[in-house]
């Protein structure tokens, strides 16, 4: 073995030791925010579920702010519906798969939680990051079907049709709304 | 005079002091509230704010939750759209209402504010309570051309054009967003 090639491996196993550590706390700072919401991601709570020590915590992640900033990358790979070709049943799959979030994340929290953030900068560009990666699925879809400022409206509306109730009331649309939601859209494109 | 009558006088300016008091504080409390957030609306500075004692503030209003429902009270009484009879030229005129009233009341702070509390149930009445009565005029006006779980989806879907842009990016629609919005939906409809 060359030094060279010495040097690389000690890199790399730095490197995976690293990336496995900011995946434990981004797991666990994520878990704290959903259930507990983002006054809970502090440095002792993050290093306590995440079983890592504050010092740690604070050597990769110094602010507060950076702690709340990898959980909500996590946001970023959330699972999304898998296309079928039909856009009806695709648009309808998407929305429940959002729903899904919203009650297995506490979605509706978290996005109240950035929304009350957003004078930060820092926090203001992470959510808009995330909220453009959350919608991309559904805005590509809905491009087979409408362009321009009615895109916009439509991307809007059909979020809407989950993320009002649940961030007004509380509460989420049924099947039959989702599927209606599709429906007024559709005919209206067609 | 009869002493009844004299009675009811005082009753009646009694009446009008804790009135004109109850005003007062829902003013002061709800400026702190689209001002400066949830968490300032505290007895000592909407107090200060409405040039009251802190007592009586208290006597009033002994918990925090309590000057925070009388301060969601005056969303209630947010102006809303005239209707002119002509159903798309009233639904735009009602999303720009509720656009302004985002503008000038921080209202996605505000409702993002009110999901964050939502776990105490005293304030997810209030909330309820609050938005049920601020969609009122849109669902008066979408009853016009859908009924059942068609409504229900229109509905959100078209606060959503306002909402989910304001709370999800911090953005606002622009007028020819929202006209699009109605036109998608009441192309459905017909």
Chains 1, 2 share one sequence.
């Not at 699972?79 to 079928?84: A, C, D, L, Q, V």
């Amino acid at each position: 073995m060359t030094s060279d090639k010495g040097d690389r491996s000690a890199g790399t196993a730095e490197d995976a030791r690293v990336a496995r550590t900011r995946a434990d706390i981004a797991r666990a700072a994520f878990g704290v925010l959903a259930r507990e919401g983002s006054d809970a991601v502090t440095h002792a709570r993050v290093a306590e579920i995440a079983g890592y020590s504050k010092t740690t915590l604070y050597s990769h992640w110094p602010a507060r702010i950076d702690l709340i900033a990898v959980a909500l990358d996590a946001i970023g790979e959330l699972p999304h519906h898998e296309r079928s070709g039909d856009l009806r049943s695709d648009l309808i799959g998407e929305l429940r798969m959002f729903r899904a979030a919203v009650i297995d994340f506490n979605l509706d929290r978290i996005l109240a939680g950035m929304a009350q953030w957003a004078s930060v900068d820092e926090m203001r560009q992470i959510r808009d990051k995330i909220n453009t990666e959350g919608q991309r699925p559904l805005r590509l879809m809905l491009e087979e079907a409408f362009a321009g400022v009615e895109l916009e409206a439509a991307v809007s509306m059909l979020a809407g049709v989950v993320a009002c109730p649940a961030i007004m009331f509380g509460t989420l649309p049924e099947d039959d709304t989702i599927a209606s939601a599709v429906d007024i859209v559709l005919r209206s494109a067609r």
